[in-house]
């Protein structure tokens, strides 16, 4: 029998490259680290070691434990650092305290030296701007870091070359040095087709909030990826405790941890925190232009008990009003993107959510958007695209999966190629009752996705209704007006125009 959806394990990473800038001001208690480039780690025209000494390791702390850690850029010399916003996220009121590591060498593992509080955060994207206040010991800190240059992430193009640094775990661990190329962009409604930057780079697990640079050492992304598994067996910050999940009243160690993040290898384009930045130094207050709602307010609670997706369909495209420019039912060979558009009601701003994409049965991590914050409202519609404008998508069947509160919630497929035509597959009702409910789902495909009659079709007896489909092999499930199963049939092949007769006997 299929499941509905399926549980994305998604191991994660991100992190951390900074370019260094030089600050002004005396160092005289070498607060600040100094710059020590060798000719085997200069790459471009800033070395790895002076990146490294613009990244930093965030704790949250409670008491004197770290509840989690990140990883963080400095980006002006006061101390201003570029995060995620789920490694500052205190909605819950997890932590008391944001510690953070100086990078003093990269053969050392960092220190908590300083104290900082949030000053900017923007939960629809996953940024968030924190600002080193004090020393841990409570004197004042120094005015002189060094830092990352800003770049113009809007200037990059597949094959840019892309250098990430951050901090695997905590307890020990020293930064951690990768390299790759850009692999493409990802779509994203109400931010725009470089809403994320993806990346062959490989990302290692607990490094959310670090930076990416590029050949220049100049700030292009932030690594925004979700952990997997426990983070007591992990370290991985992405992955945080916030459910009872072994009922024993306590919240530790024991029980399972809830990832958070964005999708696999993606940057966030340092782009979408120029507003944030520019806002945090003139002294100002951010609101992100990305949604109305208050999320810091949300509350712990969620009912996701009442929410409803439906009518989801798949275009080529979208246009600037967010409507679909071509639905269609089979996607030609070297499609360069597929969209997905469903109706939603109530849902609420704050909620997580998961857009999951299967390309002949794997999760295809560039294309998926995880764990992401709702901002579109409670009811409307929404959209999400997978797409690769450079070489075109592979043929094969794309399967959209979308999750809410960790839940699935709805689900459809289609296939993408010039092997496949598109046919008539007409259900003829010669039975004694009502059809209202059928599914024809790709065998291939891991869910039965959404009914296809749609809510207002009924198929009395006598008539029939016609499902436009690609050819194919097919699982068909069929249901009368009381919902009751009146049909389940496997691996139908329906290869040209043919017909499906319904009588009373195929429901013994």
Known sequence: MRMLGLLATVLAALLTLTACGSGGGDNDDETTPTASPTSEETQGEVSISDLAQSVVQIQALSGDDAVWWGSGTIVSADGLILTNAHVIDNRYGEYDTLAVGITRETDEAPEAEFIAEVVAVDFALDLALVQITERTDGGSAPRDFPFVRVGDSGALEIGDAVRILGYPGIGGET????????????????????????????????????????????????????????????????????????????????????????????????????????????????????????????????????????????????????????????????????????????????????????????????????????????????????????????????ELVLQIEGSPTGSDAVYVGDDRQLVEFDIVNESSVEICGVWASPADAQNWGFEDLGPTVIVPPGDFWPLFIASGTYDLLMYDCSGVTLLEEYGIDILTDSTYTVTDASFQ
């Open 175 to 398: 930064i951690t040095f990768t390299d790759g190329s850009v692999s493409g962009f990802t779509a994203e409604r109400s931010v725009g087709n470089r809403a994320w930057i993806k990346t062959d780079a490989t990302i290692a697990g607990g490094n959310s909030g670090g930076l990416a640079v590029n050949d220049d050492g100049e700030l292009i992304g932030v690594p925004t990826v979700v952990g997997s598994g426990a983070g007591s067996e992990t370290g991985y910050v992405d992955c945080r405790v916030l459910e009872d999940t072994n009922n024993d009243g306590a919240l530790d160690d024991d029980d399972t941890c809830v990832t958070v993040g964005g999708f696999i290898n993606g940057l966030r384009p340092v782009g979408l925190a120029s507003d944030m930045i520019a806002a945090a130094e003139a002294g100002e207050a951010y609101v992100s232009p990305y949604h109305e709602a208050n999320l810091a307010d949300v509350p712990v609670d969620i009912d996701a008990s009442e929410i409803s997706l439906s009518n989801l369909l798949f275009s080529t495209g979208v246009t600037s009003d967010d409507e679909p420019t071509e639905v269609l039912a089979l996607f030609p060979s070297n499609a360069e993107r597929v969209c997905g558009f469903w109706d939603f009601e109530g849902m609420q701003d704050g909620m997580t959510w998961d857009a999951l994409w299967y390309v002949d049965g794997e999760l295809n991590e560039g294309g998926s958007i995880i764990a992401d914050t709702w901002v579109g409202g409670e009811d409307g519609n929404w959209w999400v695209c997978i797409l690769d404008e450079e070489s075109g998508l592979p043929d094969g069947l794309y």
